[in-house]
């Protein structure tokens, strides 16, 4: 069975910096609550002109501070039963030590920097600085500032020591522009949350400065290759056969698999999503090119997931030039293109294979049939007629089936949480060799 973890009675400590974003702080409060957090909140001076404190106070059971000094609202509420009375003095250290998860939303380019470099100057950095806990850190900034090297090189210097984000996504910002840099949703952000918290009264951030817990990282020393987008199949130098993948599974996939400590290999057909950093990516358009780098890329492998929208045909006379429009129309002649998952079992009988299966109907039966004729270790089901599973959404409702025969709905999740289930299968079947 996937792990399931819950925030009942977690101590959540966030932290809110000057960001657009941290309008929406008071309604993620409550969302954390609803889940059974007992949240506490750290504000810097930035982001006191998006939200009060007051604002804060009304849906927090715990304190809601911002001087680095200030202990006034310490030691009271259900926040901190429990609590020994040493954690009780400087705020900084007895609650950044305290509590179970550290979340920093919306986490600025200026707080990243900060945190990166180990810069401690107000109550929040120096907190974070403090803590033995998992810190989880929720982007928000213009698309520009995101994308920005500096911006990248401090997120992967943050990955490296084992601090987790969510988001940021791809839509409107506050300046009017379209791009990556939007605060995660509320919901992606409760559920990321929720992965990292165990079992209250475990510390979770045993060994390292703001590191995931130990056992976070289960594909630490393992290879992960996963596969995403859809393949395009020339019809002339224009026109190709596709299909509507943007990416964002495997994606999600991709990114999970390196945060739980495995080294990944992307490989990526058409995609239109934003691709995770710090992972190998290697480009196949077609699906002989995806066949060949899949190929290619599992030989020292531990693991393939599939989660490309391969497809089944492919043109088999594609013009060097485009087609005129002529009247009668256009026949193409259709060939199957290469079957990677049957072909990669054939290969190597013993590596563990992931499939995704897209049904419309009958998805059960047709997941166990996909998984008994290329030889999968677990199939992974999903309809994108229903509620929430669209192409290009951020949530997929999918159902796994193992070569037991058991049947899992996980239900509707953001994607990195279906991403998570998946990994954690394949990290309990790989650790049990």
């Known amino acids: 069975m996937t792990e399931t973890r819950s925030l009942a009675g977690a101590r959540v400590l966030l932290g809110i910096t000057g960001g657009v974003a941290a309008y ?8 954390l609550g609803k889940e059974g957090a007992l949240v506490s909140v750290i504000l810097t001076t930035r982001a006191l002109r998006f939200v009060t404190r007051d604002a804060l ?12 000094f200030e202990t006034k609202a310490l030691g009271t509420g259900p926040w901190f039963e429990g609590m020994p009375e040493s954690a009780l003095g400087m705020a900084h250290i007895g609650m950044a030590r305290e509590a179970d998860l550290i979340l ?14 180990g810069l401690a100057d107000d109550l929040l950095s120096t907190a974070l600085i403090a803590t033995r806990s998992p810190v989880l850190l929720a982007p928000a900034m213009n698309v520009a500032m995101w994308e920005h090297p500096a911006v990248q090189a401090n997120l992967e210097t943050l990955r490296a020591r084992g601090i987790r984000m969510v988001g940021p996504e791809e839509g409107s910002l506050a300046d009017g522009e379209w791009g990556m840099g939007r605060m995660a949703s ?6 990321a949350c929720a992965s990292l918290v165990g079992p209250v009264g475990v510390r979770a951030g045993e060994g390292g400065n703001g590191a995931a817990p130990r056992d976070g990282r ?15 199949e020339p019809i002339d130098p224009v026109r190709v056969i596709t299909n509507r993948s943007t990416g964002k599974m495997g994606f999600a996939i991709a990114a999970e698999a390196r945060d739980l400590g495995a080294r990944v290999r992307l490989i990526t057909a058409r995609v239109t999503a934003e691709p995770p950093a710090g992972v190998e990516r290697i480009e196949a358009p077609t699906a002989a090119s995806m066949a060949d780098a899949v190929l290619r890329a599992v030989k020292d492998a531990d693991a393939l997931v599939m989660a490309a929208a391969v497809s089944d045909f492919t043109p088999t006379k594609p013009s060097g030039t485009k087609l005129p429009r002529e009247g009668s129309g256009l026949k193409l002649d259709l060939a199957p293109t290469t079957d990677i998952l049957k072909e990669v079992r054939a290969a190597h009988p013993g590596k563990l294979l992931v499939g ?4 419309t109907e009958d998805e059960i039966n047709r997941g166990r049939g996909k998984m008994q004729r290329k030889g999968l270790d677990l199939v992974a089901i999903n309809n994108p007629g229903k509620p929430g599973s669209a192409f290009g959404s951020d949530t997929n409702d999918v159902t796994l089936i193992d070569s037991d025969g058991r049947v899992e709905a996980l239900g509707l999740r953001p994607k990195r949480e279906v991403a998570r289930a998946i990994l954690l299968r ?3 079947a790989l650790n049990q060799d």
């Open 24 to 31: 929406k702080t008071p309604e993620l409060v409550r969302a």
């Open 57 to 68: 106070r009304s849906v927090t059971k715990g304190p809601v501070l911002h001087g680095l």
């Open 104 to 117: 920093v939303a919306p986490a600025t380019a200026n707080a990243i920097g900060k945190l990166a470099h």
């Open 186 to 191: 509320l919901e992606a952000i409760v559920a």
């Open 218 to 232: 289960p594909l630490e020393g393992r290879t992960i290759v996963v596969t995403a987008g859809g393949t395009e």
């Open 356 to 359: 995704f299966a897209l049904e």
């Open 426 to 428: 394949v990290a309990k």
